[in-house]
């Protein structure tokens, strides 16, 4: 039984902090990409930044690089998103996913398994 469980969303002010957390279980978390999207109302659910499985790179969508920061913790099974300067634009449900293998451009495509999302809102 796969698993994903985000938590650490929140209501924070424009300019403010968030670190999301995803607890995963049920598969070998050490060889699988990370990654986090987020959907907003009306809205596709779109990319927001992944961490490899072999060597840790990361990578980001272009609107949030510098802000936010991706990192995990392969003895805890958890994935990290550190969000800094939150705007009010950043305001979403956000999900954690896994895929297997490197991360490419088809990340999305590839995904095995979806958290069931946590909620940041960003007020003005």
């Known amino acids: 039984q796969v698993q994903l469980v985000e938590s650490g969303g929140g209501l924070v002010q424009a300019g403010g902090s968030l670190r999301l957390s995803c607890a995963a279980s049920?598969?070998?978390?050490?060889?699988?990409?990370m990654g986090w999207f987020r959907q907003a109302p009306g809205k596709e659910r779109e990319f927001v930044a992944a961490?490899?499985?072999?060597?840790?790179?990361?990578y980001y969508a272009d609107s949030v690089k510098g802000r936010f920061t991706i990192s995990r913790d392969n003895a805890k099974n958890t994935v990290y998103l550190q969000m800094n300067s939150l705007k009010p634009e950043d305001t979403a449900v956000y999900y954690c996913?896994?895929?297997?293998?490197?991360?490419?451009?088809?990340?999305?495509?590839?995904?095995?398994?979806w958290g069931k999302g946590t909620l940041v809102t960003v007020s003005s």
């Open positions: 996913a896994a895929a297997l293998g490197a991360y490419s451009d088809s990340f999305k495509d590839r995904v095995k398994a």
């Open positions: 049920g598969f070998t978390f050490s060889v699988y990409t």
């Open positions: 961490i490899s499985w072999s060597d840790s790179s990361t």
